[in-house]
């Protein structure tokens, strides 16, 4: 395994700005090039001597690269992106689109088993962090249930979404939890909760000069994966009021397992992010999870992955031997 871990980032929004402050804290990584459809030009990097490259160069890296970060949106961009980048490198994404999952995984592990990639999918905090939690509490308590609930907080894979509806120029979504929900499950009450009892969803969208409000609205309302089973308000602002009070990115989570052990004795499992921002959050753990993906690769393993099948010592920059003296 080298030294240093090379790392190539593909898309340059938020998520990839993310990407990159991350890596720059990480000792033993470098950032090898920034990828994007805007080539150079549109591109500024926040170290200006790192190199920025338009997404056909890419190929050209392939001896240089050890992992390729992608970061892209789950809507249009990753399905497409992630089986062709893994023929060439190995590669880290966050795909989110729960329902879609298994479809993902077969179409990137086809490719990068035909040509002995690592490609860890829909990695980030949910999918990702929640998942592993999600797993951990039904081993350790499976007589109960298990409830996820996001927010309040924007979430990038549902802003992107409404993004790409014709005749939006910028929009953001807001998860917002049902706090009755949550209160009744910490109590032990193990209710059955349909989708819209856990959450609500708040847009807000700039339109195109001309744009068809009605019709926009309608489209994000019914959007299937993202919108319809939801109660959802589509609020439509100016760019200014845009501009001002909906640029910062919080968001977080809570994942509860409400079990029984023994007796019936009472037991709650919670697991609980409160994020300042939230690309640089899952930024960071696409970056840990590249390390992951370069120690894997380097013992022999190929084909696709998600965060089950990685280890907490492949994501760690710590030896083996420092993990059971400092951290267990």
Not at 79 to 107: C, G, L, R, V, W
Not at 147 to 167: C, M, N, P
């Given at each position: 395994?080298s030294q240093?871990?090379?790392?190539?980032?593909?898309?340059?929004?938020?998520?990839?700005?993310?990407?990159?402050?991350?890596i720059s804290q990480?000792?033993?990584?470098?950032?090898?090039?920034?990828?994007?459809?805007?080539?150079?030009?549109?591109?500024?990097?926040?170290?200006?001597?790192?190199?920025?490259?338009?997404?056909?160069?890419?190929?050209h890296y392939?001896?240089?690269?050890?992992v390729m970060?992608?970061?892209?949106?789950s809507?249009?961009?990753?399905?497409?992106?992630?089986?062709m980048?893994?023929?060439?490198?190995?590669t880290?994404?966050?795909?989110?689109?729960?329902?879609?999952?298994?479809?993902h995984?077969?179409?990137?592990?086809?490719?990068?088993?035909?040509?002995?990639?690592v490609?860890?999918?829909?990695v980030?905090?949910?999918?990702?962090?929640?998942?592993?939690?999600?797993?951990?509490?039904?081993?350790?308590?499976?007589?109960?249930?298990?409830y996820?609930?996001?927010?309040?907080?924007?979430?990038q894979?549902?802003?992107?979404?409404?993004?790409?509806?014709?005749?939006?120029?910028?929009?953001?979504?807001?998860?917002?939890?049902?706090q009755?929900?949550?209160n009744?499950?910490?109590?032990?009450?193990?209710?059955?909760?349909?989708?819209?009892?856990?959450?609500?969803?708040e847009?807000?969208?700039?339109?195109?000069?001309?744009?068809?409000a009605?019709r926009?609205?309608?489209?994000?309302?019914?959007?299937?994966?993202?919108f319809?089973?939801?109660?959802?308000?589509?609020?439509?602002?100016?760019?200014a009021?845009f501009?001002?009070?909906?640029?910062?990115?919080?968001?977080?989570?809570?994942?509860?397992?409400?079990?029984?052990t023994?007796?019936?004795?009472?037991?709650?499992y919670?697991?609980?992010?409160?994020?300042?921002s939230?690309?640089?959050?899952?930024?960071s753990?696409?970056?840990?999870?590249?390390?992951?993906a370069?120690k894997?690769?380097?013992?022999?393993?190929?084909?696709?992955?998600?965060?089950?099948?990685?280890?907490l010592?492949d994501?760690?920059?710590?030896?083996a031997?420092d993990l059971?003296?400092?951290?267990?």
């Amino acid at each position: 395994m080298s030294q240093t871990i090379r790392i190539g980032i593909c898309g340059y929004g938020n998520l990839g700005r993310g990407v990159e402050r991350s890596i720059s804290q990480q000792a033993d990584m470098s950032l090898v090039a920034i990828f994007s459809r805007r080539g150079k030009a549109g591109v500024e990097p926040l170290n200006p001597l790192t190199t920025v490259e338009h997404l056909d160069q890419m190929i050209h890296y392939q001896d240089k690269i050890d992992v390729m970060i992608l970061c892209g949106g789950s809507a249009t961009d990753l399905p497409e992106q992630t089986p062709m980048i893994a023929q060439y490198f190995n590669t880290i994404d966050s795909f989110d689109t729960h329902a879609k999952i298994p479809e993902h995984f077969a179409a990137v592990d086809k490719i990068a088993q035909k040509h002995q990639h690592v490609s860890i999918i829909s990695v980030g905090w949910d999918p990702g962090l929640f998942s592993i939690n999600r797993v951990l509490a039904e081993a350790v308590l499976p007589v109960g249930e298990s409830y996820t609930f996001w927010g309040k907080g924007l979430s990038q894979g549902h802003s992107d979404a409404v993004r790409r509806i014709e005749g939006v120029k910028h929009a953001v979504q807001y998860t917002i939890p049902s706090q009755d929900a949550m209160n009744r499950v910490r109590q032990g009450e193990q209710p059955q909760l349909s989708t819209g009892d856990k959450h609500s969803r708040e847009c807000f969208v700039v339109l195109e000069e001309g744009a068809d409000a009605a019709r926009i609205e309608q489209a994000i309302k019914t959007m299937p994966d993202y919108f319809v089973d939801y109660e959802t308000s589509v609020q439509f602002i100016s760019e200014a009021n845009f501009m001002q009070e909906y640029q910062e990115m919080p968001h977080g989570g809570v994942v509860i397992r409400s079990g029984q052990t023994g007796e019936q004795t009472q037991q709650t499992y919670e697991f609980k992010l409160n994020l300042g921002s939230n690309p640089e959050f899952t930024g960071s753990v696409l970056v840990a999870y590249a390390r992951a993906a370069h120690k894997m690769k380097q013992a022999g393993q190929v084909g696709a992955k998600t965060v089950f099948d990685v280890t907490l010592g492949d994501l760690s920059a710590k030896s083996a031997q420092d993990l059971r003296k400092f951290y267990l």
